[in-house]
């Protein structure tokens, strides 16, 4: 069966990233005619219907009339609800059940790095200091999600699984077994009082953008830690520095940023409370990605009907 209509690729990745993307996705969908969108002619523009995308160049999107529907191949969608957010066009985001394992894996990962103490014990070998500090049981260091969504919730069952008490905040009231939920804020400020480790997997949206201010990060428990898994600006870099400095809050594990690559500048390379990651926590596999973006867009063959998940006036 010939396809109907091109899809094309829109991405500003680099050419190998784009190159890899091809081939993942043609491989998932041999029936589609899958284009890099700098190899499209002018008619093959004019029948797009759908693109899918990874950091799309927003004035290439615009050189496709027809087009209704924008397939993400990345989990956050911020940067596309600020772009596209004035148009009719359907958005849909990548939800992976590998991403969100992933996730979780990474969350387990650094919430044991600092349930463990492995900053202070690295700290201590370069000072060749030899002493244990009291162990603490993951039954007694609570750790707080902010974000309760297809990450959050993986999160919070793989930290359940190693007998963490799980809490977690989201926008709408959430049931998530064997965690204390949160919503609203008052139910921020409730659950920010009893977390020691504090994990953030917040979409970045105008609501998120600055949340975790140097109000809110006082309301935690002193020699709390943080592990920002989501996006830089949910927390103002100014107050984290504050209560870093300040040793109100004893770690923060940081993987994404304001501007990315961070800059050799940038005060978190060198703080001693500070781990920085260079957004490696869940990246996306092109393989389940792919095959995730080949059934829906199926399903638009057989059914018209678009999986679009991503409401442009809530932001996420
Ligand atoms: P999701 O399924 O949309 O879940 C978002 C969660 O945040 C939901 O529980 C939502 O509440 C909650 N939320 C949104 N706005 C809120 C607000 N104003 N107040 C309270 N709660 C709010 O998203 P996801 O797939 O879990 O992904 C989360 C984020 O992770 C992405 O947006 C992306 O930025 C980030 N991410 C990072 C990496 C990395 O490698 N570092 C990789 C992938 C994704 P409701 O449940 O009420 O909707």
């Known amino acids: 069966m010939s396809a109907p209509m091109p899809i094309p690729f829109v991405s500003q990745s680099d050419p190998a990233a784009v190159a890899s993307w091809l081939q993942a996705l043609r491989a998932a969908m041999p029936e589609e005619e899958i284009i890099a969108f700098s190899e499209l002619d002018e008619d093959q523009r004019a029948q797009c219907r759908v693109a899918i995308v990874a950091n799309p160049d927003p004035a290439q999107l615009k050189l496709l009339p027809q ?88 999160a919070a069952v793989a930290l359940r699984q190693a007998r963490f008490p799980v809490l977690g905040w989201s926008r709408s009231a959430r049931n998530v077994p064997d965690v204390r939920t949160y919503s609203g804020m008052d139910g921020l400020a409730e659950m920010l009082a009893q977390t020691d480790i504090l994990v953030c997997l917040l979409p970045l949206t105008a609501e998120t953008r600055g949340l975790l201010d140097a109000v809110r990060l006082a309301l935690l428990p002193p020699q709390a830690q943080l592990i920002n898994f989501a996006r830089g600006p949910i927390i103002n870099d100014e107050a984290l520095r504050e209560a870093l400095d300040a040793g109100r809050l004893r770690h923060a594990v940081l993987d994404v940023f304001a501007t990315e ?23 996306t596999d092109s393989g389940t990605a792919s095959a995730i973006v080949a059934a829906n867009i199926r399903r638009y063959r057989n059914s018209g009907e678009i999986a679009a998940n991503v409401d442009l006036k809530r932001g996420y």
């Not at 004035?86 to 939800?95: E, M, W």
């Not at 961070?262 to 869940?282: D, K, N, Y």
């Open 261 to 283: 690559p961070l800059p050799p500048e940038a005060w978190p390379w060198s703080h001693p409370a500070v781990t920085v990651l260079p957004h490696c926590s869940a990246p």
């Open 67 to 154: 087009l209704q529907w924008v397939h993400s191949v990345w989990a956050g969608v911020e940067r596309l609800v600020a772009d596209l957010g004035q148009s009719d066009l359907q958005i849909t985001r990548l939800v992976d059940p590998r991403l969100a394992a992933t996730m979780a894996e990474a969350v387990l990962a650094w919430t044991l790095y600092l349930h463990r103490d492995m900053p202070h014990y690295a700290r201590q070998q370069q000072a060749r200091q030899w002493r244990p500090l009291d162990y603490v049981l993951p039954e007694q260091r609570r750790v707080g999600i902010l974000g309760l969504g297809a990450l959050g919730e993986a």
